[in-house]
C-alpha cells in the first residue's frame, strides 16, 4: 500500500509539473515569438532525416488532419458566432484534432516511435490548457448558450446527435479563406512535395 502511495504521489506532482508548464504565461509568450523558427528547424530536420519508406502514410494522416482544419475553418466565425455547425457539433476542438493529426504523420517520416510517444503526450497537455484557457474567453463572450454546448459536445471526444444532418454537413469556402486555411494547406502540400523531391535527388 505504501509504494502505491508513493506512485500515486508521485504521479500527481509529475502531472502537476507538467500541468504548470503549459500554463506558464512568460514560457508562452517566449514559444510564442520563436514558433516560427522552431517550425522552419522542424522541416530542415524532416528534410535531412525522414524516412521514405514512411512517405505514404505520412501523408494520408497528415491530410486527414488538414481536411478536419479545412472543414472546421469553413463552419467558424471566431468571436462572432456560437459555432455549433459542422464539425462543431461533433466536438468543441476539432480544429486541434486536426492539428494533431497534421503533425502526427509529418512525424512520422522520422520512423521512431519515442518521437511519436512524447509527441502525444506533449500535445496532449498543450491542447488540454490551451483549450481551458479558451473556454474561460468563450464564456465570457457567449456566456449561458456556450456553458450548454459544452454540456451537450465533448472537447475532444466526438459525440453524434447533437446537430441535424444539415448543419453538420455546413461548410463556407469563404470562411475557410477568411481564416487562412487554404494557406496551411498549401504549405503542407510544398513540404510534401519538397520533401518528396529531396528524397528523390538525395537517397
Request: charge should be positive.
Amino acid at each position: 500500500m505504501t509504494g502505491d502511495h508513493t506512485n500515486n504521489k508521485g504521479y500527481k506532482h509529475y502531472m502537476g509539473l507538467l500541468n504548470r508548464f503549459f500554463t506558464h504565461a512568460k514560457l508562452r509568450r517566449a514559444l510564442e515569438k520563436i514558433r516560427i523558427p522552431l517550425g522552419v528547424a522542424l522541416v530542415v530536420v524532416l528534410l535531412i532525416f525522414g524516412r521514405m519508406e514512411m512517405y505514404f502514410p505520412a501523408v494520408v494522416i497528415s491530410l486527414f488532419g488538414e481536411l478536419i482544419q479545412m472543414w472546421s475553418s469553413g463552419s467558424l466565425e471566431k468571436n462572432v458566432v456560437l459555432t455549433i455547425r459542422g464539425p462543431y457539433c461533433l466536438v468543441r476542438n476539432p480544429m486541434y484534432l486536426g492539428r494533431f493529426f497534421v503533425i502526427l504523420g509529418a512525424l512520422l517520416l522520422l520512423k521512431n516511435i519515442y518521437i511519436i510517444v512524447i509527441y502525444v503526450g506533449v500535445f496532449f497537455y498543450y491542447a488540454v490548457n490551451r483549450v481551458k484557457r479558451e473556454e474561460k474567453h468563450l464564456i465570457e463572450i457567449f456566456g449561458e448558450p456556450y456553458l450548454e454546448y459544452c454540456n451537450q459536445v465533448n472537447r475532444f471526444m466526438p459525440r453524434l446527435g447533437v446537430c441535424e444532418t444539415k448543419d453538420t454537413l455546413f461548410f463556407r469556402f469563404h470562411l475557410l479563406v477568411r481564416n487562412n486555411e487554404h494557406l496551411n494547406f498549401l504549405a503542407l502540400l510544398a513540404f510534401y512535395i519538397a520533401f518528396y523531391v529531396v528524397s528523390a535527388i538525395t537517397r
